[in-house]
């Protein structure tokens, strides 16, 4: 059964950097799309990035407004990981952080949670003011 694997979540405070890595058991996403949502208390989850493939090799990614400028997502295809490198935290990012993973490239449906089949168990990020 194919599993990710959430890592790197932890208490920050604000103006900090946190890098989180999602690593899946198996090679199957290798050409899929691949992302991260985040779920608050009290709140619906929420896109936050997302990295995927449009042709043979091209990268694409994208992010939620909020968070574009401050976070970086990449993939690293030899060791089955997607990261998200987060800088400049702000009280508002604190949530539970998802990694999701697709089997196809869903290159025009990489913000819906439904296009992805596979999440992790999620990591707690904190930011404190």
């Known amino acids: 059964q194919v599993q990710l694997v959430e890592s790197g979540g932890g208490l920050v405070q604000a103006g900090g950097s946190l890098r989180l890595s999602c690593a899946a058991s198996?090679?199957?996403?290798?050409?899929?799309?691949m992302g991260w949502f985040r779920q608050a208390p009290g709140k619906e989850r929420e896109f936050v990035a997302a990295?995927?493939?449009?042709?043979?090799?091209?990268?694409?990614?994208d992010y939620r407004d909020s968070v574009k400028g401050r976070f970086t997502i990449t993939r690293d295809n030899a060791k089955n990981a997607v990261y998200l490198q987060m800088n400049s935290l702000k009280p508002e990012d604190t949530a539970v952080y998802y990694c999701?993973?697709?089997?196809?490239?869903?290159?025009?449906?990489?913000?819906?949670?439904?296009?992805?089949?596979?999440w992790g168990q999620g990591t707690q990020v904190t930011v404190s003011s």
């Open positions: 198996e090679r199957t996403f290798a050409s899929g799309a």
């Open positions: 999701a993973a697709s089997l196809t490239k869903a290159f025009s449906t990489i913000k819906a949670a439904t296009t992805y089949a596979y």
């Open positions: 990295i995927t493939y449009s042709g043979w090799s091209t990268l694409n990614r």
